[in-house]
């Protein structure tokens, strides 16, 4: 994805962004800046002590929601207009009182606020997602928990493009990021249990042949409840292993929503019960 881009979820809009913070600025400032307006430079205007600190802080809460939203120019005139008040003079009763260059660029900045803001929201791309799929996307650590995260440092990115995938309704590409994590998962697995990882040139060895050499491994323990626990990881193994190929054993080249979402349970029921296991 370009880092300059960003996707917002409904949900991001209306918490992250505080949008009513949006809301309830801009139509005050839009009431200011045309009554101020009508009246003209030649006069001078006026803000009691109460109003004033209401405008201001609803600014500063303006301000840091077009920070979030990446709206420079809109940015830009809104930490111009908290310059200019602070610049305004203070008056008897302890309000403001704007004339001359200041009362212009105050005016000027309140109607560019609105002007722009209108601009820059026509030019952002906001995606909805599923009220559920809120947690997959806003997350980056501890997707499948912290003890699969502590167990395969590796696999944590992967696991986490897993979820924005599957949120963003990607499934073959949720797919090709659960496979990557499970490769960490099944290498740790075999090297736990000193099966052979590698082939000869170094690289890792399919996934039909791994689980073989696990599945022998196994077979070689004395019967026990430690043996158990393994054939346990092995199926969890084989049952991640179906979900992600065909009958041929090799990966498809696309995936729908069931698979890909067996493919996620798969994955996360085999890291977690890995990442249990190597704890005990």
Same mark, same amino acid.
């Given at each position: 994805?370009?880092?300059?881009?960003?996707? &917002?979820?409904?949900? @991001? #809009?209306?918490?992250?962004?505080?949008?009513?913070?949006? +809301?309830?600025?801009?139509?005050? +400032?839009?009431? !200011?800046?045309?009554? &101020?307006?009508?009246?003209?430079?030649?006069?001078?205007?006026?803000?009691?002590?109460?109003?004033?600190?209401?405008?201001?802080?609803?600014?500063?809460?303006?301000?840091?929601?077009?920070? @979030?939203?990446?709206?420079?120019?809109?940015?830009?005139?809104?930490?111009?207009?908290?310059?200019?008040?602070?610049?305004?003079?203070?008056?008897?009763?302890?309000?403001?009182?704007?004339?001359?260059?200041?009362?212009? /660029?105050?005016? #000027?900045?309140?109607?560019?606020?609105?002007?722009?803001?209108?601009?820059?929201?026509?030019?952002?791309?906001?995606?909805?997602?599923?009220?559920?799929?809120?947690?997959? !996307?806003?997350?980056?650590?501890?997707?499948?928990?912290?003890?699969?995260?502590?167990?395969?440092?590796?696999?944590?990115?992967?696991?986490?493009?897993?979820?924005?995938?599957?949120? +963003?309704?990607?499934?073959?590409?949720?797919?090709?990021?659960?496979?990557?994590?499970?490769?960490?998962?099944?290498?740790?697995?075999?090297?736990?249990?000193?099966? /052979?990882?590698?082939?000869?040139?170094?690289?890792?060895? %399919?996934?039909?042949?791994?689980?073989?050499?696990?599945? @022998?491994?196994?077979?070689?323990?004395?019967?026990?409840?430690?043996?158990?626990?393994?054939?346990?990881?092995?199926?969890?193994?084989?049952?991640?292993?179906?979900? !992600?190929?065909?009958?041929?054993?090799? %990966?498809?080249?696309? !995936?729908?929503?069931?698979?890909?979402?067996?493919?996620?349970?798969?994955?996360?029921?085999?890291?977690?019960?890995?990442?249990?296991?190597?704890?005990?």
């Amino acid at each position: 994805m370009n880092a300059h881009k960003q996707i &917002w979820t409904l949900w @991001d #809009f209306m918490e992250q962004l505080a949008v009513e913070d949006i +809301l309830s600025a801009l139509p005050m +400032l839009a009431s !200011y800046g045309t009554k &101020w307006s009508q009246a003209g430079l030649a006069e001078k205007q006026e803000l009691f002590p109460d109003t004033f600190d209401l405008i201001y802080q609803s600014v500063e809460r303006l301000q840091r929601a077009l920070s @979030d939203l990446d709206a420079p120019i809109s940015l830009r005139a809104t930490t111009g207009l908290l310059s200019s008040f602070d610049a305004s003079i203070v008056s008897e009763n302890g309000g403001r009182v704007f004339v001359g260059q200041n009362l212009a /660029t105050t005016m #000027f900045c309140m109607t560019q606020i609105g002007n722009s803001l209108h601009i820059e929201l026509g030019q952002r791309f906001f995606i909805k997602l599923r009220g559920a799929n809120k947690e997959l !996307y806003d997350q980056e650590y501890g997707l499948f928990g912290e003890e699969v995260d502590d167990a395969f440092p590796d696999a944590i990115a992967d696991i986490s493009e897993a979820g924005k995938c599957l949120a +963003l309704e990607r499934w073959t590409a949720t797919v090709f990021h659960l496979m990557r994590a499970m490769e960490v998962g099944v290498a740790t697995l075999a090297d736990k249990l000193q099966a /052979t990882v590698l082939n000869k040139h170094g690289e890792t060895l %399919p996934w039909g042949i791994l689980t073989g050499n696990i599945g @022998d491994k196994i077979k070689l323990m004395p019967d026990g409840s430690v043996k158990d626990d393994w054939q346990v990881m092995h199926t969890l193994l084989h049952s991640a292993n179906r979900a !992600y190929r065909t009958k041929t054993a090799h %990966p498809k080249k696309t !995936y729908d929503e069931k698979e890909a979402a067996a493919a996620f349970q798969a994955t996360k029921s085999f890291t977690q019960a890995m990442a249990e296991r190597m704890g005990s």
